[in-house]
């Protein structure tokens, strides 16, 4: 993450996704966590891989246990196998490995000098002024609320770059993060359900060999 000025962040609060129709929390199909029900706080990560559609997935947790960005993703990366992470305070890579041979089909490239180009991280809420912590989130953080999804074209939401890393995100009801790939001037499209989590390799694994008649009770 780069710090930004105050007028780069007003320009990015005005980025709004290249994209004719709302999507909001409750179009988020793919949930990790408890089931929902009152109390539970709800967040939203977004991630667009180069050339790909935007996926979304939620997070539900108790908010008496704080959350910050790098949650999310650790989230996604213990209930989904396909899904992993590389870096700590900033993340500089997202992969995803659709068939689990240990080669990635969708990952971020480094920074690029000649475009400008590297891993964004977008969040929907202001940015404090002068806070660029890249360690734990900062008191008084929360005092920024969430603006609502980025997609709601009646509302008040945006995507804002983030000038902190993941743990210096701290993440409250109704927060968003998105990950893409562009110079700034780009934030996520418009996103589509995210595919569920597969099982654990193992378990597939296991199950074919009951169908093809490897288990057998005993006589």
Do not use: C, K
């Not at 993340?91 to 480094?110: M, Q, T």
């Not at 964004?120 to 999804?149: E, K, M, T």
């Amino acid at each position: 993450m780069r710090p930004l000025t105050a007028g780069a962040l007003l320009a990015a609060a005005l980025l709004s996704p290249s994209q004719g129709a709302a999507f909001l929390t409750s179009d988020v199909s793919t949930w990790i966590g408890p089931d929902a029900a009152p109390g539970l706080s709800e967040a939203v990560l977004v991630i667009q891989w180069p050339g790909q559609s935007a996926w979304a997935w939620g997070l539900r947790w108790d908010p008496a246990a704080p959350r910050q960005g790098r949650d999310l993703l650790l989230a996604l990366a213990g209930v989904e196998p396909r899904f992993s992470l590389v870096g700590d305070a900033f993340v500089s890579d997202l992969r995803w490995d659709a068939d689990l041979d240990g080669a990635a089909e969708f990952s971020f490239p480094a920074y690029n000098p000649s475009t400008g180009a590297y891993l964004n991280y977008f969040v929907n809420n202001l940015q404090q002024d002068g806070n660029y912590s890249d360690g734990a989130a900062p008191a008084g953080a929360h005092l920024l609320p969430p603006l609502g999804s980025p997609y709601d074209e009646g509302g008040p939401g945006a995507w804002i770059p983030s000038n902190t890393g993941v743990l210096g995100r701290p993440l409250a009801h109704g927060s968003w993060d998105g990950w893409i790939y562009s110079d700034g001037t780009a934030s996520p499209a418009r996103p589509i359900p995210a595919p569920a989590p597969i099982p654990e390799p193992a378990a597939p694994a296991l199950l074919a060999l009951a169908s093809a008649g490897f288990w057998r009770r005993r006589p």
